[in-house]
């Protein structure tokens, strides 16, 4: 089982939030509510055209925060991404050529996986960190622990469909380093800077995680 150092700091986070930025302006803001309110972590999706400057302006403001970038589909995407500061990307599928990309050049990633077929092509070039998605509309916790049967190995982030509601019995499995969770800063909430509602959202799941540790 992978155990370097950023794949401890998510399993220390427990949960990353994953964030759509459509104003670059926004981001930092949003990373201080984040930092300030105890979890120092931000996955920024490339599902718009602010995601890089978004990345550099929260790398800038918060050295020590965990940054990283989800939605990465292109190899530019990934220069993209790792040039802004992003400590690692994610992306939804597995798509072979970014992988192995990422592998030649020594940039850490998490490709995503739904079933055995996948997750054997990921363990073939050596990758066993690998997000689960979509986690719910992939047959959730029942699918994800049949996987982790054969495969015990992998070490898996849910996201997509995870809630407060379903949290703790995710990360209830042991191969789960973290979840990610899109409730936390929803766009609307970004967009009309509602700060108050994701400082709230942040301190509910930080006390979901402390009490998931206990």
């Known amino acids: 089982m992978m155990t370097n150092e950023w794949i401890d700091r998510l399993r220390a986070l427990r949960v990353m939030p994953v964030i759509q930025i459509e104003n670059a302006a926004d981001a930092v803001p949003l990373a201080k509510v984040l930092v300030e309110n105890g979890l120092p972590a931000a996955e920024i999706t490339f599902r718009t055209a602010a995601a890089a400057e978004s990345i550099r302006l929260i790398r800038a403001a918060y050295p020590q925060i965990v940054l990283c970038a989800g939605t990465v589909l292109t190899t530019e995407q990934?220069?993209?991404?790792?040039?802004?500061?992003?400590?690692?990307v994610?992306?939804?599928?597995?798509?072979?050529?970014?992988?192995?990309?990422?592998l030649a050049n020594n940039i850490k990633m998490i490709p995503g996986v739904n079933n055995p077929s996948l997750v054997e092509q990921a363990l073939e070039l050596g990758v066993s960190a690998l997000k689960f998605f979509p986690a719910e509309a992939s047959g959730g916790i029942n699918m994800l622990k049949s996987l982790v049967g054969p495969y015990s190995q992998i070490q898996l982030m849910p996201t997509g469909g995870v809630t407060p509601l379903n949290l703790s019995d995710y990360l209830a499995i042991p191969?789960?380093?973290a979840c990610g969770g899109t409730w936390i800063a929803p766009t609307s909430a970004i967009t009309q800077h509602d700060w108050d509602l994701i400082a709230a959202n942040v301190r509910e799941v930080c006390a979901m995680i402390a009490q998931a540790k206990a």
């Open 78 to 88: 990934v220069d993209a991404a790792i040039a802004a500061g992003a400590d690692f």
């Open 90 to 102: 994610i992306s939804p599928g597995f798509n072979p050529t970014t992988v192995k990309y990422c």
């Open 175 to 177: 191969q789960v380093i």
